[in-house]
Structure formats: structure tokens, C-alpha cells
């Protein structure tokens, strides 16, 4: 048997109609893994019967299960969060609990982690079960935001992921509170190996991602990882800029050389057109100052190392 410990993290809000049913599918998927493993369920404030679930579980298996149960609804990132500051495992693995991303998957990750990467994420080939709106949004959401980021976020990815136990480290420094996991994951680099799979079905009860849940979560993936709606007024004013500007020339050479009179409104116009280039441009400087300012606030380490050799300094 290998000795490395895993640590299944799984986020869990009123979640009592699949529970049990997902539990034994996670179970079975950790012990073929042949490694010893912790399964840390996070209880994000469900007031339904979850937590006597979890209960019972824990009093069942008090070598394999542990739980952390929140004091109201804090969101599935944060959830997450409380998993991975509480997990002893060598490499750790995020997972729904609903059976969307298939237990049986788990084996093949941990095989890819030995075989050195250090993240394994799960990229979703299709989506089972879920609604036009829902895979349209998402489709669209992913590709804006891949295009915003700074950092390159892989496309249709969730959190269901593996992280050794040195990424999980660099993201507990992490403690910005509006948090979108799968971007910090990007942004943190390391050896990230996509593992393709076929999202499934919910296997039972409704989602919980209620769609202000979900833009909330679509807004801190695009602001907490790009600048760019901040620096848009200054690209705004320096267009218009160049538009008045033109405008201007063509309407003075019109009238010096070819006599042509412009009619006053035309003038005010222009001189709108540039006023509001200038007002812009101050716009997308106080922006370019909020950017730095929110990068300083969030505190993120200044760099990552993955490797040193012979670097003498343990
Ligand atoms: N979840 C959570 N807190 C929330 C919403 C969801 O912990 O406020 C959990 C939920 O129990 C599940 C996971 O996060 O394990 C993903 O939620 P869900 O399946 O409802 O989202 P979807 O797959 O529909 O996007
Ligand atoms: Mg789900």
C-alpha cells in the first residue's frame, strides 16, 4: 500500500437526497486509490438534514471522516477553503458531492500526480443534464474570461481538481475574500495536467447555485483576475480623443481651404466630443490606480517557487 495521504474535500449545502449515495461512491473511489485518506466534508450552513447525515457518518467511520459545519452559508469557494486549511493530505482533491464529477475518476488523477504533475484539473467534455441557458452562459463565460485574464485560466474547467500538497500550501497564503479557486489555481502556475471527462447528471436534488450565486461568482473570476474593466474608460477617452480630434482637422481644412462654413452646432460638438475624451482618460487613470491598489490589497505572495536545486538554504 502507498503511504502518501489523500484528502477528498467536499463542499456540502442541503445536500440530504444524495448524501449517503455519494458518500459510498466516494468511499469506494478513495480506497481503490490503495493510499490511506481523510474525506473532509464542509457543511456550508444547510438547515435541512445534512448535518445529522454527517453526523452519523463521522460517528461510523471516525478514522476516514471528519467535518467542519458553518455557522450559515458562506459559499461553496469558501467551503472549499475551509476543506484545504484543514486537510493533512499530501495531495488534495475538490469534488462536489452531487456526482456531477464522477468518484471513479479519483484513481486516475492520484496515478497522474505520481507520475509528477502537480495539479490534475478535470475539464469538462460535455455537460449532462444541464440547461441550455446554463451550458450557453457557461461556454460564453469561460471564453470572456480567458480572453480578460492576464493569466491563461483553461477553458470549461470547475474546482473538481487534485492539488500537491505544495500548491494547497501557496494557496493558504492566499487570503483574499472574494475567492474564484480555479483562477487563483491558474494563476499560481505549477505542472497543470488536464484530465477530459464527461460532466454527468446531478444524482438527485436541484442545483445550489442559484443564478445570483452564480454571477456573483462569474464577477470575482473576471475582477479578482483582470484590470482591464478598470483601464476601459481610458481606451474610451482615447478614442474619442482621436475622433474629435479628426474631426476638428477636417472641419478646419473644409473651411480655410475650400470655404466651407460649418455650422456652429458642429463646433460645440467637436469641442463635447474632446471634453468628454479628457474626462474619460482621468476616468481610466484613477482605474489604472484602483487596479494596483486591489493587486496590493489582496496580498498575494510576490512569487512561487516550484523547485530549487543545491539552493542551500532549505
Ligand atoms: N455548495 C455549497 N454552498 C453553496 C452552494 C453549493 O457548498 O452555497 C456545494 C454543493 O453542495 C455542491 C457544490 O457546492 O457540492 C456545487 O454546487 P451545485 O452542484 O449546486 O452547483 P452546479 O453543479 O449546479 O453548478
Ligand atoms: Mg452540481
Redesign the pocket.
Known amino acids: 500500500m502507498a503511504n502518501e495521504l489523500l484528502s477528498l474535500i467536499?463542499?456540502?449545502?442541503y445536500?440530504e437526497e444524495v448524501l449517503m449515495e455519494s458518500y459510498r461512491r466516494m468511499d469506494a473511489a478513495m480506497q481503490s486509490t490503495g493510499h490511506p485518506y481523510e474525506i473532509i466534508y464542509v457543511n456550508?450552513g444547510s438547515r435541512d438534514g445534512t448535518m445529522k447525515l454527517l453526523r452519523q457518518l463521522a460517528k461510523e467511520h471516525p478514522d476516514t471522516v471528519r467535518v467542519y459545519s458553518f455557522s450559515r452559508?458562506f459559499?461553496?469557494q469558501l467551503?472549499v477553503t475551509c476543506g484545504m486549511d484543514h486537510a493533512k493530505g499530501d495531495a488534495l482533491i475538490i469534488i462536489?458531492?452531487?456526482l456531477?464529477d464522477p468518484p471513479e475518476l479519483i484513481p486516475k488523477m492520484v496515478e497522474m500526480w505520481k507520475e509528477g504533475a502537480d495539479v490534475v484539473y478535470g475539464k469538462r467534455l460535455k455537460r449532462k443534464g444541464e440547461t441550455i441557458f446554463k451550458k450557453l452562459t457557461a461556454k460564453l463565460y469561460y471564453r470572456l474570461l480567458s480572453s480578460m485574464s492576464a493569466y491563461p485560466i483553461p477553458l470549461d474547467t470547475g474546482d473538481f481538481r487534485l492539488l500537491d500538497r505544495k500548491v494547497a500550501d501557496v494557496f493558504l497564503k492566499m487570503r483574499e475574500q472574494a475567492r474564484f479557486l480555479r483562477g487563483m489555481s491558474a494563476w499560481m502556475g505549477f505542472e497543470a495536467v488536464p484530465l477530459e471527462y464527461v460532466r454527468d447528471e446531478?444524482a438527485a436534488g436541484k442545483?445550489?447555485?442559484t443564478l445570483k450565486?452564480m454571477l456573483k461568482l462569474a464577477c470575482d473570476g473576471i475582477f479578482n483576475f483582470s484590470s482591464k474593466p478598470l483601464e476601459l474608460p481610458f481606451a474610451i477617452g482615447v478614442l474619442l480623443g482621436v475622433l474629435g480630434t479628426l474631426g476638428v482637422i477636417a472641419m478646419i481644412v473644409l473651411t480655410a481651404i475650400y470655404g466651407a462654413k460649418c455650422p456652429q452646432w458642429l463646433w460645440a460638438v467637436a469641442g463635447g466630443v474632446l471634453l468628454h475624451a479628457v474626462t474619460f482618460c482621468c476616468m481610466g487613470v484613477h482605474g489604472m490606480y484602483l487596479g494596483r491598489m486591489y493587486d496590493e490589497l489582496k496580498d498575494r505572495p510576490l512569487y512561487i517557487v516550484a523547485e530549487t536545486l543545491n539552493a542551500g538554504d532549505n
Not at 467536499?10 to 449545502?13: E, K
Request: aromatic share 10%; hydrophobic share 20%.
Open positions: 467536499i463542499p456540502v449545502y445536500e456550508d452559508n459559499g461553496h467551503a462536489d458531492v452531487d456531477q446531478r442545483t445550489k447555485y450565486k
